[in-house]
């Protein structure tokens, strides 16, 4: 199974995938967690502005499918943590991975803004960085999200990674 959780920089992605993850090894050893930043920096398509063009988060999103794809075909489950911009892969995972659920993790634009955990919306809205998704290219809101959950005031990380848990494992 793959629980996609999808979001801006800021909204929760990393910190709820991890604890996901965690919980979900617990019950089946089984389990990795795939970060959109973290297969960046291992096939170092993070050193370039080039790589944060629309053409540079493309291959990285493509790259994040196939590997998704190689451990689904192998009955090992992922959650994987992606701002997920193109929406034909997003049906693309529907369509080939043996189960399914996407999360989509939608705080309000200002909750992100005073987070800035990466200082990322500071320098893009400075207009000091270019490529920022949310700020100068668009984020598409996922259409077919089997969950939105809005995390600007989520305090519960773990009751929060139980339920989305219990809620994916019910699908067939």
Not at 19 to 47: C, H, M, S, Y
Not at 63 to 83: G, M, T
Not at 87 to 114: G, S
Not at 154 to 162: E, F, W
Request: charged content about 25%.
């Amino acid at each position: 199974m793959v629980i996609w959780l999808i979001g801006l920089s800021g909204s929760g992605k990393t910190t709820l995938g991890r604890e996901i993850a965690q919980q979900w090894k617990q019950q089946q050893p089984n389990t990795v967690l795939v970060d959109g930043d973290e297969v960046r920096r291992i096939f170092r398509q993070d050193l370039a502005a080039a790589d944060y063009s629309m053409a540079g988060r493309r291959t990285n999103a493509e790259r994040i499918f196939e590997l998704c794809a190689w451990l689904d075909a192998q009955q090992i489950n992922v959650v994987c943590s992606i701002l997920s911009i193109f929406p034909d892969l997003q049906a693309k995972n529907r369509e080939h991975f043996q189960r399914y659920f996407e999360v989509y993790l939608n705080p309000p634009f200002d909750t992100l803004v005073q987070r800035d955990t990466k200082g990322l919306y500071a320098k893009a809205l400075a207009g000091e960085m270019s490529d920022m998704v949310g700020v100068d290219i668009p984020f598409p809101t996922p259409t077919h999200a089997d969950l939105e959950i809005d995390t600007s005031a989520t305090a519960d990380i773990s009751a929060l990674a139980r339920d989305i848990l219990k809620q994916a494992q019910s699908i067939p």
